[in-house]
Nanobody, 125 residues
Framework: QVQLVESGGGSVRAGGSLRLSCVAS????????MGWFRQAPGKEREGIAA????????QYGDSVKGRFTISRDSAKNTLYLQMDSLKPEDTAMYSC??????????????????WGQGTQVTVSS
């Protein structure tokens, strides 16, 4: 089993920045990729970024491309999401997820085996 704990959420004005962290523990050696997802009230969960442990370019959804950056510190077992130029429409609960297998369909929730509890991000205009 892998446990994931997110932090770094909060309230920020439009145009501001936040950095989310996701610390993984447990059997982390079993995971091959991690991703960030978000879900706003009344909307479906949206995959926004993915990081492949074995190499390959990080992947981003169109809604965050050019504004968000996903990265990982393997020594700390920590995944990050740097969020810049935030917009009110970025308001959502953000969760990290880990997958035991590499998947090109990184935006699909079903590809991930472990989930964190989430951290709230609120962007005001």
């Amino acid at each position: 089993q892998v446990q994931l704990v997110e932090s770094g959420g909060g309230s920020v004005r439009a145009g501001g920045s936040l950095r989310l962290s996701c610390v993984a523990s447990g059997s982390t050696y079993t995971t091959r990729q991690m991703g960030w997802f978000r879900q706003a009230p009344g909307k479906e969960r949206e995959g926004i970024a993915a990081f492949y442990f074995g190499g390959g370019s990080p992947q981003y959804g169109d809604s965050v491309k050019g504004r968000f950056t996903i990265s990982r510190d393997s020594a700390k077992n920590t995944l990050y999401l740097q969020m810049d130029s935030l917009k009110p429409e970025d308001t959502a609960m953000y969760s990290c997820a880990a997958a035991r297998f590499v998947s090109s369909e990184w935006w699909l929730s079903a590809q991930y085996d472990y989930w964190g509890q989430g951290t709230q991000v609120t962007v005001s205009s």
